[in-house]
């Protein structure tokens, strides 16, 4: 069964931390996804990973193929990260499977 | 359009009604999903178009469902004799190749609720 897990479910941390969430798939991927959906249940498309390392501001998106994992790190966090980060996986079929999503709280 | 356009935003419908989500791509995006979350879950996959190609309908979750794209672009989700199970908010995306490999656009969603 092609599956995504997430971890931690629920984070909660100072502004200011170090933030990293984990991802980890069953099976060989085409690609991989990081979104953020904030509370109004927008969804925003924040990486696409298929090897290596992608940086966007105080956003990290690693991804090991052979490890089958990937990890969404945060410099600096803030309160206006606080949302919920979910992992997608492009398997063979081409649609994405989401893990569960990680609820990131940044407390001032 | 500038983003993934879906209409209405907002529907409740009476149990045993059909209903009709649509979802208007950004322009060029050759493939097109439907997802939906229900209050406190994950998304979950119900249908996606890629270009002519025949649909993936596998996660549709029952016969009730059914999806179309007309020439390409806007997509209609129809859900027949809707059940209290089916509320849930129902996401449109869109993409400009599969596996998203430019990223995914979503829409804002249609929140369904069935009384």
Known sequence: KNEVEQSPQNLTAQEGEFITINCSYSVGISALHWLQQHPGGGIVSLFMLSSGKKKHGRLIATINIQEKHSSLHI????PRDSAVYICAVVFGNEKLTFGTGTRLTIIP | GAGVSQSPSNKVTEKGKDVELRCDPISGHTAL??????LGQGLEFLIYFQGNSAPDKSGLPSDRFSAERTGGSVSTLTIQRTQQE???VYL???SLTSAGYYGYTFGSGTRLTVV
């Open chain 2, 86 to 88: 089916d509320s849930a």
């Open chain 2, 92 to 94: 449109c995306a869109s």
């Open chain 2, 33 to 38: 999903y439907w997802y939906r979350q229900s």
């Open chain 1, 75 to 78: 410099t600096a966090s803030h």
